[in-house]
């Protein structure tokens, strides 16, 4: 095993890494959404969606309709939410909306998560701006990948010591 | 050139691009099974109260706020959605109404999961709406909305598809007579 042998090796997993994060980005671009690509990671859309599943995400021109799934972010809270669109109010001179949404597995619609953080006292809708994207198709299960990497941190070192090992040992 | 190694990462291959062939191609049949559903709601009764809390006890901080509480009736026969790649449909009733203020409004009356292609038929009388029908600008004074059942056909894999029914004719929202209580 030569210096020639492991300096090609890590350019092909590289070469591997930035091709990969590459096409996600163009994706990104090719569908209006920043990560097209979300784990659902609770239970208040099941049984639609369970912890794990994969959703596919896009941001089109057309406004939001009524019973569509989006994935939304409350200002001062950093995880996102996928609920239901269940009021849509439409403001065409301005072209704005007001919309408001619910788990399909909760008993209550989302105001009270819009006001749970007290510099949100008094929000009564979330706009397109709040939305992250709106979920056009589904994968089960793969997501739980990603799930047991952030529950258990040393299966995420064992991985990216297994590529180092690539680097050093494949010829 | 024929290490254990290199077998077992052509098996992986070629079984991970075999999986995802299938799964695209399973998702993509969605699209070209025949389907025939019909459906068709109607509203009994709809009569107004004003209140400051709704339905969850959601406080409006001033008490003359018009909820609607409406009776409606749905015939609908939605079997012919479910085929091998269908895991729930989600059925919802929605109003349409224009205001001066907003010229599209749709609101959420009541909402079922259907799982079985068994409970696909649906003749339901007296359906109450599940969620306050309150419109954004508070009141309902001349406003004239339609219902139509609209569906969410949830896959095991691939793409949300949507659909809905005929629009009915548009009801009155009459005068505030009464309380929420």
């Known amino acids: ?171 | 050139m024929n290490s254990l190694q290199n077998r077992a990462n052509a098996v992986m291959a070629f079984s991970i691009s075999a999986i995802f062939c299938l799964l695209g191609a399973i998702a993509l049949s969605a699209f070209i099974i025949p389907t025939s559903p019909n459906g068709l709601v109607a509203v009994n009764s709809i009569k107004v109260v004003t209140g400051r809390y709704d339905k969850t006890w959601f406080d409006y901080k001033t008490r003359d706020n018009q909820f609607a509480n409406t009776v409606m009736q749905i015939d609908a026969d939605l079997s012919s959605l479910f085929h091998w790649n269908t895991k729930q449909l989600f059925i919802y009733a929605v109003a349409e109404y224009s205001t001066p203020t907003h010229s599209k409004n749709q609101i959420v009356l009541w909402d079922s999961i259907i799982k079985r292609k068994s409970d696909a038929v649906i003749r339901k009388k007296g359906i109450k709406n599940k969620y306050s029908v309150i419109d954004v600008n508070k009141k309902w004074t001349d406003i004239h909305a339609n219902v139509s059942l609209h569906w969410n056909i949830v896959p095991y894999v691939g793409f949300m598809t949507y659909g809905h029914s005929q629009a009915s004719e548009p009801y009155a929202f009459p005068l505030p007579s009464g309380i929420q209580t």
């Not at chain 1, 492991?6 to 096409?23: E, W, Y």
């Not at chain 1, 097209?36 to 609770?42: D, F, H, I, M, N």
């Not at chain 1, 979920?135 to 529950?151: E, K």
């Open chain 1, 1 to 171: 095993m030569n210096l020639r042998q492991i300096l090609t090796n890590s350019l092909n997993v590289l070469m591997m890494l930035f091709g990969v994060f590459m096409s996600y980005k163009a994706w990104g671009l090719y569908t209006n959404c920043e990560s097209p690509l979300v784990v659902v990671l609770s239970e208040s859309m099941e049984p639609a969606f369970a912890r794990g599943d994969i959703l596919f995400l896009s941001n089109p021109k057309k406004p939001i309709e009524v019973g569509e799934i989006c994935v939304f972010k409350i200002p001062g809270r950093d995880i996102p939410i996928v609920h239901r669109i269940i009021h849509r109010h439409d403001k065409e001179a301005t072209n704005s909306q007001v919309l408001l949404t619910k788990g399909d597995n909760n008993n209550v619609d989302d105001r009270g998560l819009y006001q749970e953080l007290y510099t949100n006292k008094g929000k009564m809708w979330i706009e397109p701006k709040d939305v992250v994207g709106r979920v056009q198709g589904f994968l089960p299960y793969l997501g739980m990948f990603t799930i047991f990497m952030t529950d258990y941190p040393l299966l995420k070192y064992a991985l990216l010591g297994g590529v180092g090992l690539v680097v050093f040992l494949y010829e």
